[in-house]
């Protein structure tokens, strides 16, 4: 399944928690993907669905319960905290609400420039002197479109929200990372500033020739920027494909749910209820047996309550995770009767 | 689908509409350090009972602030609301909090955003719905409670009785926003207003929480005024729209009528900067460069000026005065309005010269 050349593989990530009693969330249950150098990966689901928990596992923040992280080719989770260490500038994030991952107190040339002196023996170009650290800051906060003279001095206060994104983008890209870890970077944003800092995700990307992983649960943003897209339920990985794929020939039915209930800014396209998700995401302490989304499928039968549907190709680039994938159906019977027989 | 029910009321001109909020000339200010902030600054519109109104804008816009203006929701200190404000035959400004409450609730209800914080955590689900019923309408205990039971029902929980009993964070975000609506619907008001109602919630639940709100007024014949910074929360779903910017209607139309007729550039802006999940990936994003006006000090002349793609010199030193367009019901401001003549010659000459707007946008774009 997974590459050789990939920059970043993720191999059956497990991450539990535990909640007392013996009892366990299962926040992210043995998911697999790879990512390709210079390639954009979405990640999309709902609240609940462990995209932020992979995301963070991937940078060890905490350390999966277990499974694999692949990093060109060395595996994170084996590794001890100092040999960590030297990793870690190369995986940087970013997170979803960007005035309180700031800290307040700190001026914008110290929470821009501190991961230099932090980091100073793991990188491998050393920033020596003060002035180098200054001129180094003041190159990234002019890149993500900053004026350095006037930020540098000033407090995240004095900043909007999409300002303050822009600065936690300056703080992981002074590390020159290999790959940026964006967890819902633009959710908490209004539209015009959200498209302000996509597109400059988009330019950095080619900048600083970045690898990004792209969590979010807007799945028209998610489009635009990825590659590919993986689709997570309930801790489990749903579909993966490449996003243009995604977008028009949706095989999982919980990706075409999804794809549903985007709104359209359209006065001529009557919000139409049919295919919409009905119910509440099951527990994920005691998530359902089989197929996890079973319980709100449209097509679910007895087969996917005892059987645990493998991610398998249906197309190419295209793997989902479906015992009645919407891309295998035959048009000539009704779908679950023809893919009954197939199976 | 709200607007076929709701514009039979003007196909048929014999039964004529029912203004059922008359806002004039709203003005709400706020004291703060740095001076005087005129948050909402002169707003005037209408509304006809039954209708739908989706106020647009970014933050800071004032689409908040105007909707608790409207509701006398404001702070007793440092601020000041002028205007008039007409609703179902109260003069809603200079009401004592008194005369407020019997108002709110019955005839006049509102969601917020927030459902986690705008229930009560220490009181059960049950008590916070009849509450209201009791207090209002003067049920009974039993009564209250067996009303509360088809509420929950009517905004689609499921095993009502049971939840009745539950505290707020036993529920997840879209059970919530959909108790706070109950909450919101249980006196029968005859204005909702929906202050970004679905920003808090996942995709799939906000359509689900817009289904549920349109269906509920539609069944209702309640009026509803939604706000939200989506162009595409509103679309599908609104009679009018009202597009705010810098604490002024800058357009307003039919939605059908905005989407197809756009004048202002803001307007546009707005549109272009949304995501389309029907486009391929990658495609650029029309950002809007810079952020909203200070409204401490707002610039001179048309306040969308200094981000506007068709600014002209007199933009920057005369504001334009909300007009009238062709079409019945649009009002718009602007001098250089969206696909006219001067609009294009505007937006020509500006590329012509080369005018950059704001450093974000050789960054951005």
């Known amino acids: ?343 | 689908m709200s607007r076929g029910h709701t514009t039979a009321g003007h196909e048929y001109p014999e039964i004529p509409a029912e203004t059922l909020l008359t806002v004039e000339d709203l003005r709400t200010t706020f004291d703060t350090p740095r001076g005087k902030l005129t948050a909402v600054d002169g707003v005037s519109f209408e509304l006809e009972a039954g209708r739908t109104l989706g106020v647009v804008g970014e933050s800071g816009s004032g689409k908040t602030v105007l909707s608790r203006s409207v509701m006398r929701l404001l702070p007793k200190r440092g601020a000041t609301s002028t205007g008039r404000v007409r609703f179902n035959g109260h003069e809603m400004v200079g009401l004592t909090q008194k005369q407020l409450r019997g108002i709110w609730g019955t005839e006049l209800a509102m969601v917020f955003q927030d459902p986690m914080t705008s229930l009560n955590p220490t009181m059960r689900i049950g008590n916070q719905i009849t509450e209201s019923l009791r207090y209002h309408l003067g049920m009974s205990s039993s009564e209250a409670t067996e009303h509360a039971v088809v509420l929950l029902s009517s905004v689609g929980i499921p095993t009502p009785e049971r939840r009745l009993h539950d505290y707020p964070h036993q529920l997840s975000g879209g059970l919530r926003q959909r108790v706070t609506i109950a909450i919101a619907l249980a006196c029968g008001p005859r204005l909702l207003f929906a202050d970004e109602p679905t920003t808090a919630l996942d995709v799939t639940v906000q359509a689900q929480i817009l289904d549920l709100l349109a269906a509920q007024q539609r069944e209702r014949s309640m009026a509803m005024i939604l706000v939200t910074h989506d162009l595409g929360v509103v679309a599908g779903r609104t009679d009018d729209i009202a597009v705010m910017y810098g604490g002024k209607i800058v357009e307003q139309a039919p939605t059908k009528t905005l989407f197809a007729e756009m004048r202002m550039p803001y307007t546009e802006a707005l549109l272009g900067s949304i995501p389309r999940a029907d486009q391929p990936s990658h495609t650029p994003l029309q950002a809007i460069p810079g952020r909203p006006p200070d409204l401490v000090s707002p610039p001179p002349g048309c306040r969308f000026a200094p981000r506007c793609p068709y600014a002209q010199p007199r933009c920057r030193h005369e504001e334009p005065p909300l007009r009238e367009a062709p079409t019945k019901g649009h009002r718009f401001a602007c001098w250089f309005p969206v696909g006219t003549p001067e609009g294009r010659q505007a937006l020509e000459e500006n590329r012509v010269r080369g005018v950059a707007l704001d450093p974000a946008r050789s960054v951005t774009t």
């Open chain 1, 1 to 343: 399944m997974t590459t050789n050349d990939a920059l970043l593989s993720v191999e059956n990530l497990v991450v539990e928690y535990p909640v007392g009693r013996g009892r366990k969330v299962h926040a992210v249950s043995d998911v697999s993907f790879d990512v390709q150098a210079g390639e954009t990966l979405g990640v999309v689901g709902e609240s609940g669905c462990g995209k932020s928990t992979a995301g963070k596992a991937i940078v060890q923040l905490p350390r999966p319960t277990s499974g694999s992280v692949l990093f060109e080719g060395t595996d994170l989770v084996k590794l001890d905290g100092d040999q960590l260490r030297r990793f870690r500038p190369r995986l940087q994030m970013i997170f979803q609400d960007p005035v309180s991952s700031l800290n307040p107190r700190r001026r914008v040339e110290d929470i821009v420039g501190d991961p230099l002196s932090v980091w100073s023996a793991e990188l491998e170009s050393s920033v020596a002197s003060k002035q180098e650290r200054k001129a180094k800051v003041a190159e990234v906060l002019e890149a993500v479109g900053l004026d350095p003279v006037s930020a540098a001095g000033r407090r995240p206060h004095e900043f909007s929200g999409g300002q303050c994104q822009r600065i936690s983008i300056a703080r992981a890209l002074v590390l020159e990372p290999k790959v940026l870890i964006c967890d819902e970077p633009v959710s908490a944003l209004d539209v015009s500033i959200q498209a302000q800092i996509i597109n400059l995700l988009e330019a950095m990307k080619a900048r600083f020739s970045l690898t990004l992983v792209f969590i979010s649960h807007d799945l028209a943003v998610v489009r635009n920027i990825s590659d590919r897209v993986a689709v997570m339920y309930l801790g489990k990985l749903c579909e993966l494909a490449p996003s243009d794929v995604l977008y028009r020939t949706p095989a999982h039915p919980y990706t075409a749910a999804l794809l549903a209930s985007i709104p359209e800014p359209d006065p001529a396209i009557v919000p139409s209820t049919t295919g919409r998700l009905t119910g509440e995401l099951p527990s994920s302490i005691d998530p359902p047996s089989g197929c996890r989304f079973r319980t709100r499928c449209p097509r679910a039968e007895e087969r996917c309550a005892a059987e645990e549907p493998v991610l398998r190709e249906v197309a190419t680039g295209q793997r989902v995770a479906c015992h009645f994938p919407l891309v295998e159906a035959r048009p000539a019977a009704p779908a679950n009767v023809a893919s009954q027989q197939s199976a």
